[in-house]
């Protein structure tokens, strides 16, 4: 069959599209003024300096840069129509339920995020498959499924844990070995339980990300050989240094997931931990981010990732700590953009693929409105979005425009 193929005629080549950069970030760094990127099919297949004309799409009063990534949201989070926390129990259907879902992915894609990793619900499989087939816009979906914590059982049930959730298609294992910010985010894994998710995650190939803000369960966590730690609000120096010695990534966030929480109360008040206790745990985050950002920022050789805790209302505002990073934190904005592409990338296990602008990656680009080396906030400008070689998004200022 493979013969019959090859040796028939030539099948339908993918035209070159070219596209033509003002300015050029290549996701590891590497800056150029005035640069054409082709691509082919879904991949990049040259890019050279100078500017080709006419261009597929000229970008040339425009930055471009690799599709951003966000390794931390949640897919299926969404606010229903009467204006709360989605819930299982609300009376919402599964058609609903999946269209929010939807929404949130087209949402984040638009906001040029081109891959996001979600702490995942069973339902994300569904979704992450239709985007893969292009069926619904998105961005590339890589999820969990689901988590494990301490009620998942003893080491054998979670090992087994473990297996049930790569057999129905997990890309990751998501583990609690914490409590919440909104309680206390004390340690609530033993650590032979973190050492069984995380051993099992390894032994099966899969990446193991574990939620842990109290210092004891970030310690633990490194020490199992877990893939990443999340969140961390009350890491130490210590704990950090760790984690770079253990190669463990980190994932912090800045603002986004706290403003949003608490910019929004009505959605979530007296559900679950969001009580006024919760609430007044996140309002003391709030002062800390820059204390937090710049122990992280000062820990040599730790691998910071970018990923936003994007929960219910949050998708789309993606970039929000970005800018947080930048501005906040004084994270210079060439590592932050680093951090949100070829890293992160890496840290998927997808850094050969995705994350940087070179000849063989998959062609996922953004163009933004402004330079965000100078100004961090360009990208929220975002004006062009292609995944895959596939344009979603090119709403390019007039000329004229800045
Ligand atoms: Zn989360």
Not at 60 to 80: F, N
């Amino acid at each position: 069959m493979l013969a019959l193929l090859s040796g028939g005629p030539a099948l339908a080549q993918d035209a070159a599209v070219t596209i033509r950069a003002g300015r050029l970030l290549d996701g590891r760094g590497g800056v150029a003024r005035d640069a054409t990127v082709v691509v082919t099919g879904d991949v990049i297949t040259r890019v050279a300096a100078g500017g080709s004309t006419p261009a597929t799409y000229d970008l040339s009063r425009l930055t471009v840069l690799p599709g951003l990534i966000d390794s931390h949201v949640h897919l299926t989070w969404y606010i229903t129509s009467r204006g709360r926390l989605h819930q299982a129990s609300d009376g919402d259907t599964p058609g609903q339920a999946a269209v929010a879902a939807a929404g949130n992915a087209y949402a984040m894609l638009m906001a040029g995020f081109t891959t996001v990793q979600s702490m995942g619900a069973p339902e994300d499989a569904e979704l992450r498959d239709a985007i893969a087939r292009g069926v619904v816009p998105g961005p590339r979906v890589v999820t969990t499924l689901g988590s494990l914590s301490e009620r998942t059982g003893g080491p054998d049930s979670i090992r087994a844990a473990v297996r049930r959730f790569r057999a129905r298609g997990a890309d990751a294992i998501k583990i609690f070995a914490s409590a919440s910010i909104r309680d206390g985010g004390t340690p609530t894994m033993t650590d032979a339980q973190l050492e069984a998710a995380c051993g099992e995650a390894t032994s099966l190939g899969l990446r193991s990300i574990v939620h842990a803000h109290s210092a004891a369960s970030m310690r633990s966590a490194a020490l199992a050989g877990c893939t990443q730690v999340e969140h961390g609000v009350f890491a130490t120096p210590e704990v950090l240094a760790l984690l770079a010695e253990r190669g463990t990534y980190f994932d912090p966030q800045c603002e986004l997931v706290f403003r949003n929480y608490l910019d929004n109360k009505p959605w979530f008040e007296g559900i679950g931990n969001y009580n006024a206790a919760g609430f007044a745990a996140m309002e003391r985050v709030i002062p800390q981010r820059k204390l937090l950002g710049q122990r992280w920022l000062a820990t040599p050789g730790l691998r910071v990732v970018y990923g936003t805790d994007a929960v219910a209302g949050a998708h789309g505002r993606n970039a929000q700590d970005l800018v947080c990073r930048v501005q906040t934190v004084g994270q210079p904005a060439a590592a932050a953009i680093v951090s949100a592409t070829s890293l992160s990338a890496e840290a998927l296990g997808l850094g050969t693929r995705i994350g940087t602008i070179a000849p063989g990656m998959q062609a996922d680009l953004i163009a933004v409105d402004g330079d965000p080396l100078q100004d961090i906030t360009a990208l929220q400008r975002v004006v062009f979005v292609m995944k895959g070689g596939r344009v979603y998004r090119n709403v390019a200022p007039a000329a004229g425009g800045r």
